[in-house]
């Protein structure tokens, strides 16, 4: 069949004359986004090759389809008749079926390779595996037998072909610390030096010439351990110290002239750069500086220079601390311009939170240690828009390695936006390349563009009936998506004013049960503002939605606390007044502490003492308090008030309850109640889990819940 | 003389007899009417499974229960919550009896206690419903009214 086309084409090709050969787009050039098109998109035969070499007789490479966007990164080379083009990743193609593309179709989505680890279960194995940066092909590149030495191990060469990596060999006796190179198609390992200690952190220089590494080394006269920067010329196999603190983590800039990399002096962090030529160092940035608890107060590890050269990423911790402390602070990625100024937080730690540790073990001893979730291990994309990062919660490390955990890698855009997972593993490193690339074709698809990414509200039904999803008391958003309600949550806005030192999300959700209308989840897990002060972001959140999808109603679905949020705003207790309060059509509350928790109403302060653990405004939900809420009329502006509660616990004189909040408790008269067997949530008291685990339903998860509410929906969007 | 005490005894018993069923007459009555119980006459066997709970025995907490409610609550379950109810609340170290009971039209009888737990800063009232099983009043459910 391919014969066939090569011959259609060619003769095509002979029956035109040599000036209209030339009738492609002039503006077709090294450095610009190509798409294929003319071809019969409804004959899977007809299809563009591309080749290995600018020839009709060299080897296929992919086959392309009418709408396949491509990089132009080499060429023209005119042979057989023909002009190609080389497409960068793909091969060679002759440039009949080639036009420049439309801004609007250039691929979005993170385009290259990421390098990243993953360990083996019950396993010392090391995979060292790699992916596409849009989450598509991963494969394993090698298997190692035992876990990589310290932390941050390896780093890609400028061209992308070979990675270097730390390595403990030897024995315990008789340690043999070294630096190797691995080839990534031949898997041929080399050993280019030995260090002065186990090492870490290596970085390869843009130039290629050089790899920076630090290694902990034991000063005998201080009797401590201190981590030294080094310098190793690959010419001369030469290795120079750079440094004489106690410093780690270097990276080089852009321009190979320079070193980035932190202290790990006292309780605070400083990043600073080291003239390598000049041989002159200069503190950059320090978070005793602009002490920042939002961002970054206390050590900073692996920072992480932007090919660009532009910013510098690092992992910043929440609070002082020295940094032998870092794992039990909360870490974030943030960044800085390349000369210090404009701290930004690039990434919270909320967004990576894949499960709620418990801290029950000694400091570096269990494996199910908890630590606060963190953030770490940053990289940037070849072009400085993107960062992946690694998001690790219940883990367990130490200076030299040996990690559990949970390691899952994220991407995200460098101004913040367009969150991402894209899989679990840990160290990822972005390949480095000279030109965007993009995935393997797969024939025969049609289009094998990568799907674009988008913070675009999409609008499935014909009304768009926007949905906002309020978590509970020690929540977060992601409650909705763990729960199966939505997927795919992107973060749309962060409220920074509402809230002291707080931030507070809104959330996007991609997928949802609700098929009709776009779904929000807020955030406000990072309050320990009072209920009345979390409220603002109630009329806040609504305010966005509105102007985005120019709905002029929303549905609200809350969960526990979340109703009492909803109606502070609703019932004009607010600080700041709002005439209207119009806004909400829908409000299905679900476990709603309406006139508060038994437990805190009771005054048990042993079980308050653990619910403020999980949520600082627990002791807030008692009748008394809410006693002003309760006394006034609901408001009428609200077409359909439901709502449901769980009574799947039963305790003496109490009778049955959802663990939390008393029948009672979750009532209001004159709203429609259902009531059937689930539980508050899985944040009960430990105590309390022990004792109806493992039937307890929560009620986010019952089937029930999702049924109730959706039927309600039905009826209203109908 | 032995005789005339004697057949006044029988009178007094005789009036007693018919006082009673004048009495039952009137509490049927007054069932119907959501009106009180004669306490005097009817609080002791409601009491007596109350307290039952607040031993936080299981056995005896069991033997308080109706059927209807251990079998809602779950046998294993039970056991279970009892236990953790007594590291969270701490002993029963009150219970008042703070109305009459009532009769509902189901037959089942409806009083209202004050409880103190010892770990609780505040007591709770809790409404407590009983329904007669083979001849013996229990526990037909417990519903915290405040606060």
Redesign the interface.
Known sequence: MLRMLLVVLFASFLALSREEITFSDPTVAVGTWVEVFGLDQNNLSDYLNVQETPSLSGKENHHLYNDYVAYIDEGPVETEGYRWWHLANLGWAVDNWLRVTYEEKIPKEPQGRILFTQYGENSYYTFLNIINADGTNKENLMVFPNQFCGLDPYTWSPDGKEIAFVDCGGTEDNPNYQINKLNIETKEIVTLASTPGPSSGPSWSPDGNSIAFYSEIYLATEEKIESIIYVLDLKTSGIIQVTDIDSSDPDWSPDSKSLVFNSGIGTSGDLFVANIEERNTNKIFSSEVTFDPLCCAGPIVQPSWSPVGDKIAFTCADTRSTILYLEEHKLRICTINADGSEINKLTSEQENFRSLPYCTGEYYSEPTQCYQPHNRFSDWSPDGKQVVFNGITEFTANRRGDLNGNFDIFIINSDGTNFRPLTEGIYPKWQPTTVMQVPTVTPPTPTAIPPTPTQEIRFVGKEPTPILLVHGCGGSAYDWEETGWVSGLSLIETYTDLLPFTEIYLYQAEVSIFADSAVFSLDYSNSGASLEETAQIIPRSLDSIKSVTAAEKVIIISHSMGAILTRYYLEDFLEEKYSERSDISVFLMLAPPNNGSFWVNMGLEKVIDLLKLQCPQAGSLNSEDLEPLNSKELSTSVSTYRIAAGNQCWFIFIGFNDCVVTTKDAKIDGIPFTQYSAVHSDLLPLALEQAVFPELTPILEHEQTKKIVLQIYEEVVK | MRNKILISLLIVAAFAVGLSVVLLGSKTIQTQNQQTVQPETTEEPFKKPIEG?TS?DPIA?EGSLSKTLIE??GEE??N??????K???GEVTELTFINEPTENPDGTVTVE?A?K?E????P?I?Q?ILIKEEWVWKIL???????
Do not use: M
């Open positions: 709970l936080l907490v809602k609550i379950r039970l279970q919550n009892l236990k953790i109810q590291d969270i609340f206690v409880v737990f770990k609780a800063e505040r709770i809790s407590v459910s417990t519903d915290l009214l405040s606060p």
